[in-house]
């Protein structure tokens, strides 16, 4: 199964496509990817101005062509601190929502060091790290 997991975070903007099948460690297909500094689009009143917003949601339109473009069977959305502290951050997963049909997720703090730290060690082991 092809799976796309998108990653919005605070400098990029990251689409990862993964053949994936259970019990076996995903292996990676395509990225797609950019910078996308949202924090460069905050607003004195902290908000994400209406140019980043824009730009946000053609990345995922961009994200989800590419993604329909080599098969992937579902896509898994992510959006972490940039949009999560943006004091207009409920508008604009809804802006997404409207003008693109994906779903944000929107990871707290500790769900998102949780999945750092968890797809780590699925792709590089539990053990020490080599010295």
Known sequence: MRLGVLDIGSNTVHLLLVDAHPGAQPVPFASHKRPL???QYLEPD???SDEGQHELTEFVLE???FAARHKAEDL???CTSAIREAA???AVLARVKH???VTLQELSGS???SMTFFAVRRWHGWGPAPS
């Open 37 to 39: 500094s949202l924090v």
């Open 111 to 113: 769900e998102e060091a």
């Open 63 to 65: 994200a989800w062509e």
């Open 99 to 101: 003008e693109t049909t």
């Open 88 to 90: 207009n951050g409920p």
């Open 76 to 78: 898994l959305a992510f």
């Open 46 to 48: 902290g908000s994400i």
